[in-house]
C-alpha cells in the first residue's frame, strides 16, 4: 500500500481509536498494514525453497494489480466486531483470481484450511472487548465510510512473510518477493 493511500487509512484508524476505549481494541500499526493472499501457519524450513518456486510460478503468469482501498467493515459483522479492516478488490476480478491460484499452489505446504470465500482487505484492528455503545460508534463510522475510497495503486509483486507472534505482536520478515508478470 503505497504511502498517500496508507496516510488517508491512517486517518480513518486514528477515528475509530477514539470511539473504543484503550485496550479493546488491538490496533495494526501502519507499517504492517498488508493485503493476506494465503495464511500458511508453519512451513518447515526444507520446504521454504519449493514453496517460493511455487508461488514464483503463479506471479509469472499474474499480471500486475490495479488495486483500491475502499470502505471500512468489521469479521464476522458489525453486529459482534473481532477484526475491523478496510476493503482491498479490483474492477476487473484478477484479485481474486491471483488468490485462487496462490490457495491451489500452496496447498502442499500448509496444514491450515483454506478460510472459504476471499475477501480482500487490511486488518486495522483485532478486538479484544468491545462494550455495546463502543460497537455502535464503530458501527455507525464503518458505515459512513462505507463507500469512500481511501486511494489507488499498482500491485506488481507478491511477498512470501515470515511472521512470528512475539509479546509485543507480530514481527515480519521477508523471505522472498515475485514480481507478477515477469520473470
Not at 53 to 74: F, K, S
Request: hydrophobic content about 45%; overall charge neutral; charged content about 20%.
Amino acid at each position: 500500500m503505497p504511502e498517500a493511500v496508507r496516510n488517508e487509512v491512517i486517518r480513518v484508524q486514528h477515528q475509530m481509536r477514539q470511539l473504543a476505549s484503550r485496550d479493546a481494541v488491538r490496533w495494526t500499526k501502519p507499517e504492517q498494514f498488508h493485503l493476506t493472499l494465503r495464511f500458511l501457519g508453519g512451513v518447515s524450513a526444507e520446504q521454504v525453497a519449493a514453496l517460493q518456486e511455487a508461488v514464483h510460478a503463479v506471479c509469472l503468469g499474474a499480471p500486475a494489480l490495479r488495486l483500491r482501498a475502499q470502505g471500512i467493515g468489521c469479521f464476522p459483522n458489525a453486529r459482534s466486531p473481532r477484526v475491523i479492516w478496510v476493503g482491498v478488490n479490483d474492477d476487473d476480478g484478477r484479485l481474486l483470481d491471483l488468490q485462487s491460484e496462490i490457495e491451489i499452489a500452496v496447498q502442499p505446504f500448509t496444514n491450515e484450511p483454506a478460510t472459504g470465500k476471499f475477501a480482500g482487505h487490511v486488518t486495522l484492528g483485532r478486538v479484544k472487548s468491545l462494550n455495546r455503545s463502543e460497537i455502535e460508534k464503530l458501527a455507525a463510522l464503518a458505515q459512513a465510510v462505507k463507500d469512500r475510497q481511501f486511494g489507488e495503486w499498482a500491485a506488481t509483486e507478491v511477498a512470501l512473510i515470515r511472521s512470528d507472534l512475539l509479546p509485543a505482536g507480530a514481527s515480519h520478515t521477508l523471505l522472498a518477493s515475485f514480481r507478477l508478470g515477469a520473470d
